[in-house]
């Protein structure tokens, strides 16, 4: 009968090795999970239900056994899944080792509820233990990535920031893909190993240009993706609080992103956003280039800016001097600051891959939202007309906010889904005024629950704004529906700002 702890030891195994991995392997992390592994229900229960086997009853031990069989079957739903990368299938076979060498020696219920107890600490054992290993291993993966960068020698577009990195990439790919050879890193690929593995398995030698994304979660990140891939040209979209349990400051942010602006080739140029008050007016003396651009402190700034249903059209200037009209069927003021952004970069590689204002134009035109980067999708139930705006991806403080401008432009119902924006560290408070104004005159807004909304609810409380809880995206768009099952005479416009992954909504 002993053999029913199994159960409970694979579900806790599973839960703790899926929070490393979105933590990126970072040991450091493990300890985040521990009050949440002992104080999880299923856990609590199966350690109470076990005191009661000193009694040595076998009615009472086979009422127990059942009673550990149901509540080990009790589901948990995860947001992503466990991915069985080859790092992982390591990691997992050292664990399984490490779990069954006390059933060699002892095969009873104390070692398996030892073995329950103390599972935590034998994933962050394994992880010690296979960390040389694994950084052989990175290193020579890594290695091998440079050599055949060297010899395809494409031209290295290195693209970072708190935000925007994404979406400028997919950007400047769209736009110089119809008259050059060009590559980027799909996805979010922005690690060093998630860039190796693209470079290793799709870089073939016919390449012009290569747009690489980079991201970091602590400081030296961006520096060992740089001094892997020797970028030509780098561009920083933007300085903000993402990742601030791991960053601590914002200084510690700048620091990190301007690693790029360090580790460009001799001949290396810059890209900057100066409509960023952290970006503003930099420059590194050591590249051949620094381009400022957006806002009047930049070479190119927008201006003249109108939007209607459709289309967002504005003025590109210099130096008060219009130089080119942009229309596009991008929502959001963030993106007019990305389109000027990748008119700096076309203007830093005019020298070596030109392309006319006229093609730039028209490329501008043809781009559509990103999926996940407030796309638009409709929804016809019993008459009943659904707009979402799905801005689901990764939300920091000017996309919140530009999100919401976008949703108050729409005609018809305005409602929000939103866990608001999480990782801000000591940050949290600022993060929450920063962005409590643009949920006013909304017609709805739906939090879902997580420990990072305390400030953000105080704040609504106090501004005697109302909202609803609920505990899962699922429960807020059941909510949002049924609410405005009735309303055939307008759009009922929800806008779904940010996701969790498991290792917020699992703390």
Same mark, same amino acid.
């Given at each position: ?14 839960? *703790? ?60 739903? *995860? ?25 060699? *020696? ?24 296979? *960390? ?119 200084? !510690?942010? +700048? ?7 360090? !580790? ?8 900057? !956003? ?9 420059? !590194? ?62 203007? +830093? ?155 917020? +909504?699992?703390?």
């Amino acid at each position: 009968m002993q053999i029913i702890f199994i159960i409970p030891i694979l579900k806790g195994l599973y839960y *703790y090795l899926l929070m490393l991995q979105l933590d990126h392997y970072k040991i450091k992390s493990s300890f985040n999970y521990l009050k949440k592994y002992y104080f999880h229900l299923p856990f609590i229960i199966i350690t109470y239900l076990s005191i009661f086997f000193i009694f040595k009853n076998s009615y009472l031990d086979l009422l127990i056994y059942i009673f550990i069989l149901v509540f080990s079957l009790i589901k948990i739903k *995860y947001i992503i899944r466990l991915k069985l990368t080859k790092r992982m299938l390591r990691l997992l076979i050292i664990n399984l080792i490490l779990i069954i060498i006390p059933f060699i *020696y002892s095969f009873n219920k104390i070692t398996f509820l030892l073995v329950l107890y103390l599972l935590p600490f034998t994933v962050i054992l394994s992880s010690i233990l296979i *960390y040389p290993v694994e950084y052989l291993i990175k290193r020579y993966y890594k290695n091998k990535c440079t050599k055949k960068l060297n010899k395809i020698n494409p031209f290295i577009v290195c693209i970072t920031g708190s935000y925007g990195k994404t979406s400028i990439k997919k950007m400047l790919h769209s736009i110089y893909q119809p008259f050059f050879l060009t590559e980027m890193t799909p996805k979010s690929y922005n690690t060093p190993m998630g860039i190796t593995k693209h470079v290793l398995n799709n870089l073939n030698g016919l390449c012009d240009i290569f747009f690489v994304e980079a991201g970091a979660t602590s400081p030296g990140d961006i520096k060992e993706i740089a001094k892997m891939i020797n970028p030509n040209l780098g561009v920083i979209t933007s300085i903000g609080p993402q990742h601030m349990n791991s960053f601590k400051t914002i200084d !510690n942010v +700048l620091k990190t992103k301007w690693e790029l602006a360090e !580790n460009l080739q001799e001949e290396g140029k810059l890209v900057l !956003n100066y409509g960023n008050k952290y970006l503003n007016g930099l420059s !590194n003396p050591n590249v051949k280039e620094t381009l400022g651009v957006n806002k009047k402190y930049g070479i190119y700034y927008p201006t003249n800016i109108t939007y209607n249903d459709l289309y967002t059209e504005f003025d590109i200037y210099s130096y008060d001097k219009k130089i080119i009209h942009i229309k596009t069927k991008l929502l959001g003021d963030h993106n007019i600051d990305n389109i000027v952004i990748c008119y700096g970069v076309k203007k +830093l590689l005019d020298d070596k891959f030109y392309i006319s204002d006229k093609d730039f134009i028209e490329s501008i035109l043809n781009l559509t939202n990103i999926e996940n980067r407030l796309s638009l999708k409709e929804e016809n139930i019993n008459n009943v007309l659904f707009r979402y705006i799905d801005d689901s991806f990764n939300s920091n403080v000017e996309g919140f906010i530009s999100a919401c401008k976008v949703l108050k432009r729409l005609s018809g119902i305005k409602c929000i889904i939103t866990p608001g924006i999480v990782d801000g560290g000591k940050y949290k408070e600022s993060i929450a005024l920063s962005i409590i104004s643009s949920l006013d005159l909304l017609d709805d807004i739906v939090l879902v629950n997580n420990k990072e909304l305390k400030y953000l609810k105080s704040l609504l409380n106090d501004l005697k704004i109302n909202y609803k809880l609920v505990s899962s995206y699922n429960e807020a768009l059941s909510y949002l529906k049924n609410k405005y099952s009735d309303f055939k005479n307008e759009y009922i416009n929800i806008l779904i700002e940010n996701d969790l992954p498991d290792n917020y +909504l699992m703390r």
